[in-house]
């Protein structure tokens, strides 16, 4: 079978499990794999020809995080073809070409200077309820970007401040808010939230206009707010801040995994890396053996 034909055959398997953003990612790196060798027979792809490529996007200056996004994709498609059940594929040469290792980076997290210019920013937008639901909503739970678009009018709890995410692959948690950020989600859905401009649609962040934000829209917002402070901030930066402070007040990594959505507790402990000498002090001086044995 051709590559191409092998692309589209795993795309539509993987549709039924994957989000569409999971989709399209796979699809574009996946095209650019089959345009650079050719559309071959996907059983003729070697090793040597997984090497090549690897360092053909290396010399083209990508991260190694993408090179190593790349990689994995390629590795996902062959595994299939591979299997027992599809059988289009003798072995998977992806297997003994090693997985690019990228720097381990501290997450970079928004200190609380650029959190107070950001909210200052938001109290002179136009929609500035809305500015500072959303500043406070991503700070609390650390949600992402996708998740935070989805989330609907019924999914909140205005009472217990409890909401309800759609994370990876459709699977459902829970995430909470505090006090301040409930009390700013309630002032946006009852005094700013514009109607929905699609008949009963009840997602809970719209844009000016009444449709649901997108993350394009969602990052967009943040930019906007970020230029008008000053300074520099992503989405996911906001998801960073949440989760180090989360340790810094206290949480233990188990509940930090569940709040979120982590497959792996082993994505969940490289925060730990982010927590300064003064952080392990406090603690240490909380949970002094002598003092708490009054010794």
Request: aromatic residues 6%; glycine residues 6%; proline residues 5%.
């Amino acid at each position: 079978m051709k590559l191409e034909d092998a692309v589209e055959g795993y795309l539509l398997f993987k549709a039924s499990r994957a989000s569409p953003e999971t989709i399209r990612t796979d699809k574009s790196c996946l095209g650019q794999f089959t345009d650079w060798i050719g559309n071959v027979e996907a059983d003729c792809v070697t090793s040597d020809d997984v090497q090549r490529y690897l360092a053909h996007h290396r010399q083209r200056g990508l991260s190694p995080h993408t090179v190593k996004r790349h990689h994995a994709i390629l590795a996902a498609l062959y595994a299939w073809l591979s299997s027992p059940d599809v059988d289009l594929a003798d072995g998977n040469p992806v297997r003994s070409v090693p997985p690019p290792k990228p720097p381990k980076l501290k997450p970079k997290a928004l200190s609380r200077r650029q959190i107070d210019a950001l909210l200052e920013a938001a109290d002179r937008a136009n929609a500035k309820r809305r500015a500072k639901a959303l500043l406070l909503f991503l700070l609390d739970t650390g949600a992402r970007a996708s998740e935070v678009c989805g989330v609907r009018l019924p999914d909140v709890d205005f009472r217990s401040g409890k909401v309800k995410v759609r994370g990876k692959g459709d699977k459902e948690r829970f995430t909470y808010l505090g006090r301040r950020a409930l009390s700013a989600l309630w002032l946006y859905v009852r005094e700013e939230r514009p109607e929905p401009t699609r008949v009963r649609d009840d997602h809970l962040f719209l844009t000016v206009d009444g449709y649901p934000m997108t993350r394009h829209a969602l990052r967009g917002a943040i930019v906007r707010l970020a230029n008008a402070a000053g300074i520099r901030a992503t989405t996911h930066q906001f998801r960073h801040t949440a989760a180090i402070e989360h340790l810094r007040n206290g949480m233990d990594l188990v509940s930090l995994q569940h709040l979120l959505g982590h497959t792996s507790i082993t994505t969940t402990r490289k925060y730990l890396t982010a927590l300064q000498d003064e952080d392990v002090e406090a603690r240490a001086k909380r949970t002094s053996p002598t003092n708490n044995w009054r010794l």
